[in-house]
């Protein structure tokens, strides 16, 4: 079969077309940490006050989790340790702005590394912003933490926090790999297809999902017309 003439600037086209295919998909990974990392923080904040006013403890918890499993069985992340993991991430990060502006663009594990094994408020921003200056894995990020690379290096810029990291770095693909992996956005509604908001008979406090290219709601799995809450 002969091979088929192409035009004199076909490569270049395919390059470019490559290029901004990785863009896209980057943006889509970090618009869709960045939302699971917010959904957990309001999560722990309000674990955090409700158990302030009510005196409820660990049992609640476990009970919840169960329940947020059931409702969302195809949503990784909701397990007794991690709703505790979103909990003290709230605890530790009480101020909405830092989440949005710094740890907020990490990847859930980043973040976690960073509760785990730093203890100082200074210590865990100047490593996040590293970080996302760097493109680090997690894996790196927990290196540079146990040669303790701040007592040895300068304190950063912090004008890098809003970057979007390179498609080719650790972090990039850390960040895709966990969009992909976490199915906090699933590509469809399973159960009928509701969109925002659900039927047109309701209203339902809903979690967004990713369909189409679009940010849409799905009702959670067995939820009741009245709405979930």
């Known amino acids: ?13 395919l390059a470019t077309l490559k290029s901004r295919i990785g863009r896209a998909q980057q943006r889509a990974a970090v618009a869709v940490n960045q939302a699971l990392v917010a959904l957990y923080w309001d999560i722990g904040k309000e674990i955090l006050e409700r158990q302030a006013r009510q005196g409820w403890g660990a049992k609640v918890i476990e009970r919840l989790a169960q329940d947020l499993r059931q409702a969302f069985p195809q949503m990784s992340g909701l397990s007794r340790s991690n709703l505790m993991a979103m909990r003290a991430f709230a605890e530790a990060w009480p101020d909405a702005a830092i989440v949005q502006q710094l740890v907020g663009q990490l990847p859930w594990g980043h973040n976690q590394v960073l509760l785990q094994k730093l203890k100082s408020v200074e210590q ?35 004008n890098f926090a809003a970057q979007l990291p390179s498609p080719q770095s650790d972090l990039a693909r850390a960040t895709l790999r966990g969009s992909l992996r976490l199915r906090f956005f699933e590509l469809a509604c399973r159960r009928d297809g509701a969109g925002l908001g659900g039927s047109a008979g309701g209203t339902h406090n809903s979690f967004p999902t990713l369909a189409r290219g679009r940010l849409r709601l799905c009702r959670p799995t067995g939820s009741p017309r009245s709405g979930w809450r």
């Open 1 to 13: 079969m002969a091979s088929l003439p192409l035009p004199p600037d076909y490569a270049d086209w």
């Open 124 to 158: 865990r921003q100047w490593y996040a912003r590293q970080a996302l200056a760097h493109g680090w894995s997690r894996a790196v990020l927990l290196a540079q933490i146990d040669i303790r690379l701040i007592d040895r290096a300068a304190q950063a810029p912090s």
